[in-house]
């Protein structure tokens, strides 16, 4: 990925009109190596990586989202609705006791986030997780385990709310 035009690309794309200029917004990442699907709509985001990204057909992505993380790639899904103010990073640093003011060594894990998964507003998506089909992140939510498919999770960290039960296709509340 070439850092300067994803420098370019993230300053450039800031100052375009954020309902317009999807078509754009799109060819510009494409240019830094991000594989963007048919009718995807990126609003004014923020890529910062050097991994893989991917982002599959018919997804939204809001205002102000921030996808980061180090080599790791980072899979995201058909038609996902990411909302505003989302941080997707797969990339941390392990902390050493010793001395805690420095970061440890790198850490960086894939984040996987199936078809059809709704992220709300102000959400953050953790390294390592994997966001299973038909999901949803309650606004607020910071993700740090896999949330598995047709679920809804919220909080912080972000713990199983309902469930839907596709033999019966209802929602069910989860008891805690």
């Given at each position: 990925m070439n850092t300067f035009l994803l420098y370019l690309t993230n300053h450039f794309v800031k100052c375009l009109p954020s309902s317009r200029f999807f078509g754009l917004r799109r060819f510009l990442y494409s240019k830094c190596g991000?594989?963007?699907?048919?009718?995807?709509?990126?609003?004014?985001?923020?890529?910062?990586?050097?991994?893989?990204?991917?982002?599959?057909?018919?997804?939204?992505i809001g205002e102000n989202t921030y996808i980061t993380g180090g080599r790791c790639t980072i899979e995201i899904g058909k038609n996902c609705d990411i909302s505003h103010n989302v941080t997707i990073t797969s990339g941390t640093h392990e902390m050493e006791p010793e001395n805690i003011r420095m970061a440890g060594k790198d850490i960086c894990r894939k984040i996987k986030i199936d078809d059809g998964v709704w992220i709300g507003i102000g959400s953050i998506i953790l390294p390592?997780?994997?966001?299973?089909?038909?999901?949803?992140?309650?606004?607020?939510?910071?993700?740090?385990?896999?949330?598995?498919?047709?679920?809804?999770?919220?909080?912080?960290?972000?713990?199983i709310i309902k469930k839907y039960n596709t033999d019966e296709k209802k929602w069910e509340k989860i008891l805690r």
């Open positions: 991000v594989q963007i699907g048919k009718n995807t709509k990126l609003m004014n985001i923020r890529i910062s990586t050097a991994g893989q990204i991917i982002i599959g057909d018919n997804t939204f390592g997780v994997i966001i299973g089909n038909k999901a949803v992140i309650a606004a607020g939510s910071v993700v740090t385990k896999d949330v598995p498919p047709y679920s809804i999770v919220g909080g912080n960290p972000a713990k």
